[in-house]
């Protein structure tokens, strides 16, 4: 039996074991990673942080600068969540994998791979790399070519001397659609017309401007937030494939050929891969034990809490469990008020 169990041991479970640590709960971090970083680990070779490490911080501990660059890659972030995992003294048990949870007599179970757990409470941060989301177009298995998600992409040296059609208007898309053109001729494809953010705008602003806009909505005005910035950061490799002219992107295809992707006009381009950059959903597959209201693909919250279980929290999925809430800094901010939350409840429902 323990206070809380926590369900990931990326970003957002690290942030919620500091602030239980805090609290003075007893909790334990359950982490399906054979070792630290989170989703981190899976990013492509170039992957960096669109803001400088000071705006990057765990709570407690900020992240430290790396030498020689202004913007993080992936690896540092990786040795960050690994350093604060050691510094904290973090009790997460790896490699874990949970397959359910569920409710009996007011306590939680959660069963795993080496045993279940009784816990008063769960605090849910898988995130969603587990659940790369690809649209289904007519044709899709008629393609002959290569055809992954952007979580199966790794450099752009296995494109050279290709064709390759990149799908999605989002950040992810634009630099990998940057670092492919220089090898590959590439057609980047999206639903709208891609909004480009201006060049001195970056992390930094993006996080200013959602505290703003969180600040305007409790009190009850309203704000455009980044969505009146545009879409896309301009971080460096983005900046000059635009200016050498590879970043014009076309209207979305209607159907995949056998060789390539075709549009309604009977317009086609032959590619030797596919690309998707289209996103994710939550993994809350361990959730479905549980008689949650579900709403748009996950459980329905008031701000991290479950409307229907009291004792679950879900931290670090995006907008709907706080602003900002899928990045580092943002997943700090929401971890502290989930974890007062969950102090009150634990320690409310064991004086019963």
């Known amino acids: 039996m323990t206070d809380v169990v926590i369900i990931g041991g990326g970003q957002a479970g690290l942030a919620a074991g500091y602030f239980l640590r805090r609290a003075g ?7 399906n990673h054979a070792g630290p970083g989170g989703a981190w680990q899976h990013g492509w070779q170039s992957l960096r942080l669109f803001s400088p490490a000071e705006y990057s911080p765990l709570p407690g501990w900020p992240m430290p600068a790396q030498k020689g660059e202004s913007f993080p890659t992936a690896d540092h972030v990786v040795d960050y969540l690994t350093r604060y995992e050691h510094r904290y003294d973090l009790p997460v048990q790896r490699p874990v994998h949970v397959s359910n949870v569920y409710q009996d007599r007011g ?79 590439t057609l980047w494809v999206t639903q709208r017309r891609p909004r480009f953010m201006p060049d001195d705008v970056d992390g930094r602003v993006l996080f200013d401007v959602a505290t703003a806009r969180e600040a305007a909505q409790r009190a009850g005005r309203d704000h455009d937030g980044v969505s009146g910035l545009g879409d896309i950061v301009m971080v460096p490799p983005v900046r ?28 086609e381009y032959s590619c030797d891969a596919i690309i998707w950059c289209t996103g994710f959903k939550p993994h809350l597959k361990h959730l479905k034990g549980l008689e949650l209201t579900w709403e748009n693909g996950h459980p329905v919250t008031a701000g991290t809490r479950s409307i229907d279980v009291p004792g679950l929290h879900l931290l670090g999925y995006g907008d709907w469990t706080g602003f900002s809430s899928a990045t580092i800094i943002g997943a700090a901010r929401t971890a502290k008020s989930a974890v007062a939350d969950v102090s009150e409840y634990v320690r409310s429902t064991q004086a019963q």
């Open 25 to 31: 709960l007893e909790f334990v971090i359950l982490d």
């Open 107 to 185: 306590q939680l179970f959660v069963d795993t791979d080496s045993g279940t757990l009784e816990t008063t409470a769960v605090i849910s941060a898988t995130g969603t790399w587990q659940r790369p989301y690809v649209p289904h177009y007519p044709g899709c298995e008629d393609f002959t070519g290569r055809q992954l998600h952007t979580v199966e992409y790794d450099s752009p040296e296995d494109y050279t001397g290709q064709r390759v059609v990149i799908v999605g208007g989002g950040n992810s898309a634009a630099q990998i659609a940057s670092e492919v053109s220089t090898v590959a001729q």
């Open 240 to 267: 000059a494939a635009r200016d050498r002219g590879d970043l014009s992107a076309s209207p979305m295809f209607e159907r995949l050929t056998s060789t390539g992707v075709s549009w309604a006009d009977g317009s």
